[in-house]
């Protein structure tokens, strides 16, 4: 796993504890989907603090993409990995009572990019 800060320290605008509730879900399936590499890249956008996590892996199939954030969904139930479907909609749901969000990058290829954007603090 490669973890990238770039420039001076961050601060997002939500309490740690927010903040690792938010983000573990993301990390967990990059974890769990992963092939050999995971980046997490923290930084400065124009409106607070996003991060980015990628990982190798096979990606969200483009059929599934739609209903990626609805609870307890998952793109192949008998895949093999563990889960239900809960973390990434409440990773954004999380993210945006702080004012922020929670995107996926159908565009990463091969496997996915999601992106935490929030205030800065």
């Known amino acids: 796993m490669t973890v990238v800060a ?11 504890a927010l903040l690792e509730r938010i983000v573990s879900p993301i990390l967990t399936n990059a ?3 992963a092939r050999s590499h995971i980046a997490a890249r923290a930084y400065r956008a124009p ?19 739609g209903q990626l954030f609805e609870p307890g969904r998952r793109a192949d139930p008998g895949d093999g990995h563990g889960g239900a479907g809960l973390g990434l909609p409440l990773a954004r749901r999380l993210a945006r009572s702080a004012g922020g969000e929670v995107t996926y990058d159908p565009g990463q290829a091969p496997g996915s990019r999601f992106a935490v954007s929030l205030p800065a603090g």
């Open 6 to 16: 770039d420039g001076p320290p961050l601060k997002a605008g939500v309490a740690p």
């Open 31 to 33: 974890c769990r989907y």
């Open 47 to 65: 409106d607070g603090v996003r991060i980015d996590v990628i990982d190798d892996g096979p990606g969200v199939p483009p059929p599934f993409a």
